[in-house]
């Protein structure tokens, strides 16, 4: 999931939040958040809902379903 990788960090560093400090405020392990945006991983639907409702964007973004 290229698109879900290149967003989820493109949003957080916009947010200027470390791998660490994401997985802090969504309650997430940094590990997750580290193979998700290394693409060794993939979120599953409860994730994408926390990340999309925190980063104030829709799933189908997060999922490069949408611009």
């Known amino acids: 999931m290229k698109i879900f990788a290149e967003r989820l960090k493109e949003l957080r560093v916009e947010k200027d939040l470390s791998q660490r400090g994401l997985a802090q405020l969504l309650n997430l392990s940094y ?3 580290k193979q998700w945006e290394s693409e060794t991983r993939t979120p599953n639907a409860e994730a994408i809902v926390v990340i ?4 104030d964007v829709s799933a189908d973004y997060l999922l490069g379903l949408s611009d």
Do not use: M, Q, V
Not at 52 to 55: D, G, P, Q, S, Y
């Open 52 to 55: 999309a409702k925190f980063f």
């Open 31 to 33: 590990s997750a958040i």
